[in-house]
């Protein structure tokens, strides 16, 4: 069992910046890659980033050069540095942690941007 908990989301004018963090704890050492997802209402959930155990990279086109993902081994968590931050950024974000047999979701940080 792997448990996510997400802090750092808030409100932020355009072009600010905010940092989130989700802290894994649990049978950590089964997880592979983790990323940031981000569901606007009315709208499906997609990937933001994500990084691998060994620390490569991927990010969704809308947010690249803006948003950087790291993540930090021996403390178990991962962060999501976002900057330049747009209205249509305004999501609830929700990291996940991959395991070989499955996925572990936290329970969600709501970010909002004001124009």
């Known amino acids: 069992q792997v448990h996510l908990v997400e802090s750092g989301g808030g409100l932020v004018q355009a072009g600010g910046s905010l940092r989130l963090s989700c802290a894994a704890s649990?049978?950590?050492?089964?997880?592979?890659?983790m990323g940031w997802y981000r569901q606007a209402p009315g709208k499906q959930r997609d990937l933001v980033a994500v990084i691998t155990s060994g620390g490569s990279t991927n990010y969704a086109d809308s947010v690249k050069g803006r948003f950087t993902i790291s993540r930090d081994n021996a403390k178990n968590t991962v962060y999501l540095q976002m900057n330049s931050l747009k209205p249509e950024d305004t999501a609830v974000y929700y990291c996940?942690?991959?395991?070989?047999?499955?996925?572990?979701w936290g329970q969600g940080t709501q970010v909002t941007v004001s124009s």
């Open positions: 996940k942690a991959d395991i070989v047999l499955g996925s572990y």
């Open positions: 649990g049978s950590v050492f089964r997880i592979n890659d």
